[in-house]
């Protein structure tokens, strides 16, 4: 299972959101990483990112395995 940063930076991956991606990962070293395990691969635009299907299935997992709050009476705790 990937880590949080891990989820974070894939996420920021998925919206095309390079600003957030660098502020995530400002020396591309866990880039690298998601990219070797097969999360990511290089997109047509240079230095831009783009999540494969593996990468989508972790970050489905990682949420599956991580809810965001729950919520009593429409109110997230």
């Not at 995530?24 to 691969?41: H, K, S, W």
């Amino acid at each position: 299972m990937i880590t949080a940063e891990g989820f974070a930076l894939l996420s920021h991956w998925a919206y095309a959101d390079r600003i957030g991606a660098d502020v995530a990962d400002p020396n591309g070293t866990l880039t690298v990483r998601l990219a070797e395990a097969g999360y990511l691969r290089p997109s047509a635009v240079h230095g831009m990112w783009r999540v494969t299907r593996e990468g989508h299935a972790a970050r489905s997992a990682y949420t599956r395995a991580h809810p965001v709050g729950e919520r009593v009476d429409g109110l997230p705790l």
